[in-house]
């Protein structure tokens, strides 16, 4: 999928704009048209709510009739019946509250339906700037959306709603946009030349791997050298930590006050670092440094519980990136986890704008924000990446990508999507390892590259 995205604040401006335009009838007739294709048989169930989402349920139940469907448009349950298709027009985008009551149990009937199921703009009960489920929500199998689409449709709760999405823009010309599906075609890559060598990939020091934590670094290492970092040093905190890893041999293990004083185009910090006074000044050494940085994990939790590794953040004028899940989130917020969820790109936005960081909140559609305040939603990725090390994995492919001079929002966006894309290529929805991602990465970055 690809496409702008645009706040719900947004499309109303959108509409406003439109002035006389036709629109609902453009959206029923949209509506209508995807709905005759969908339908098995010509029995088709019309949910229609009371506003404008309502309206446009109307105006495609009109229109199927005049197509010899048998329609039947209600916003109480009907009786039971076979349909070829339910039509979900109950409450669109502008929905501020739970559904509850007879509302509740008309979601409760078109669950139990087995035909396809058409939400009109987004299912009924998903918040659409944050994909929230406000008391119950449909879950469609096919949702049209009208003018551009929504965070909610993409995000949290969303996408297990939506099922596929179609987005119909009303013929309309869009404003111009500040939020995007992530997706490598909105950026340049660099092809390399046959006229290359080592130095020009660039050398990335990983700085992890406490006792009992050391394959969190070594998995990102192994990651920065697949996705074509030319020199990786990794520094271990273990006193015991192994001379060489046997599985990536080129790695070149250090102590960290080494790695770190190597010269250097990148620098992760984080995974498996730990939580003590030694890691805390090795974040502080990180923080710094003029060196492009990916900040991860316990280096997160580290700047959340420090006032002054917070502000050193916040005034590094070299890229930064932030690898936040919704915890960590919350706790560099000084939030709660719920909070965090209930409006993922408000809390991605306040991260990246207090800490003047590129910024990734985790999780199932993340979120992406530019220190220019430019976000994206990322479409890729499935359950089968809910295992551990997973994470690690991400900030050695960033790490790889900022010591090959990629910006830093280019590098979070590139890395995000392909990290998920990797894991889609591999199958789901479990089952799926950290390190099986490395090699999958690796083919479709060369993929990329090579097209």
Request: proline fraction near 5%; charge should be negative; glycine fraction near 12%.
């Amino acid at each position: 999928m690809q496409g702008p995205i645009y706040l719900t604040a947004d499309i109303r401006r959108i509409e406003q704009a439109a002035g006389d335009a036709p629109l609902m009838q453009r959206a029923g007739a949209a509506a209508a048209d995807l709905a005759a294709n969908l339908c098995r048989g010509k029995d088709v169930l019309v949910l229609a709510g009371p506003g404008n989402n309502g309206g446009d349920a109307r105006i495609a139940a009109k229109l199927l009739e005049e197509r010899f469907f048998r329609v039947t448009v209600t916003d109480r349950v009907p009786p039971e019946k076979t349909w070829g298709l339910v039509i979900d027009g109950l409450f669109g985008i502008g929905l501020a509250r739970p559904i509850e009551g007879e509302y509740a149990k008309l979601v409760e009937y078109t669950s139990r339906q087995t035909c396809p199921i058409l939400a009109i703009d987004i299912p009924s009960g998903i918040q659409s700037d944050s994909g929230r489920v406000l008391g119950c929500a449909i879950r469609a199998t096919h949702t049209i959306t009208f003018i551009a689409l929504k965070p909610g449709l993409l995000t949290l709760d969303g996408p297990d709603h939506c099922g596929e999405i179609k987005v119909d823009a009303l013929g309309l010309q869009l404003p111009a946009a500040s939020a995007w599906i992530a997706d490598p075609s909105l950026f340049s890559l660099k092809p390399r030349p046959r006229n290359f060598h080592k130095g020009m990939a660039g050398s990335l020091a990983i700085l992890g791997g406490a006792a009992g934590m050391t394959g969190a670094a070594l998995l990102a290492g192994r990651a920065a050298l697949k996705l074509g970092a030319g020199r990786v040093y990794v520094g271990l905190l273990e006193e015991r930590a192994p001379a060489v890893d046997m599985l990536a041999p080129e790695l070149m293990l250090r102590h960290p006050d080494d790695a770190l004083g190597v010269d250097l185009d990148a620098l992760v910090i984080g995974p498996g670092l730990g939580t003590g006074e030694r890691a805390e000044t090795l974040v502080g050494a990180a923080l710094a440094s003029e060196i492009p940085c990916v900040l991860d994990a316990d280096a997160l939790n580290l700047i959340s519980e420090n006032t002054d590794l917070r502000k050193a953040c916040a005034k590094r004028s070299a890229d930064t990136l932030l690898t936040p899940h919704p915890a960590e989130a919350a706790r560099l917020l000084g939030s709660t986890l719920a909070t965090v969820q209930e409006d993922r790109v408000k809390a991605a936005r306040l991260l990246a704008e207090n800490l003047n960081a590129h910024t990734v909140l985790k999780g199932n559609g993340s979120v992406l924000v530019a220190r220019d305040g430019h976000w994206f939603i990322n479409d890729t990725g499935n359950p089968g990446m809910a295992s551990a090390g997973m994470g690690d994995v991400l900030a050695g492919m960033l790490g790889a990508l900022l010591a090959q001079r990629y910006p830093g929002e280019t590098a979070l966006v590139l890395g995000v999507h392909l990290h998920g894309a990797a894991a889609d290529a591999l199958g789901g929805p479990a089952g799926l390892t950290a390190s099986e991602l490395i090699d999958s990465s690796r083919k479709i970055w060369n993929s990329w590259l090579r097209s």
